[in-house]
């Protein structure tokens, strides 16, 4: 995987700042897209998702996939998978379960803890690191792919149009 120069921070100094960044985001979804949620326990991936999930129309819960692995959502005309690896022991896993049919050109995939199946799980366009920053978290974002360089763009220029509290940093 090749990834791309560009990138970009984002200071989340607070979890509706978290679900602002979501909201955004999901703006910049198209079918086809991977993205991966990295970053510690705790470091808000799954509130990431959920605030996308919730910005493209679904009304009901948007569970945490930890103990489903994946949780599957119709929504904006898109088939979205939300995924959480966390619980796999090793990364074939990931092929064992079948998972690979869902990464196709109809789909948008959302990927918990993506380590944990590496070697097995698409590249992604997309990936978001979030870490702790004090009771606050950063989201460093890199595009591996042009799809995923066009999202940070578009994040930018949402940005620069002044529909975002989240404040991106950037190069
Ligand atoms: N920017 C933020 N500042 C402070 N707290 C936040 C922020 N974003 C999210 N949180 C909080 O972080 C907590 C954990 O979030 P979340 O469950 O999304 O983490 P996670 O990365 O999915 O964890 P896991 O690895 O266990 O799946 C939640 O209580 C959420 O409210
Ligand atoms: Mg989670």
Known sequence: ?????????????????????????????????????????????TTLARAMIRALGHTGPVKSPTYALVEVYVVSSLYLYHFDFYRFESPEEFLDAGFGEYFNEASVCLVEWPDKAVGCVPSPDLRIHLRHAGSARVAELAASSERGASCIRTLASIRAAGNSCATPDLP
């Open 1 to 45: 995987m090749h990834g791309t120069d560009v990138t970009a921070l984002f200071d989340l100094p607070d979890e509706a700042a978290t679900q602002e960044l979501g909201k955004n985001l999901a703006q910049t979804l198209l079918p086809g897209q991977v993205i991966f949620l990295e970053g510690d326990l705790g470091a808000g991936k």
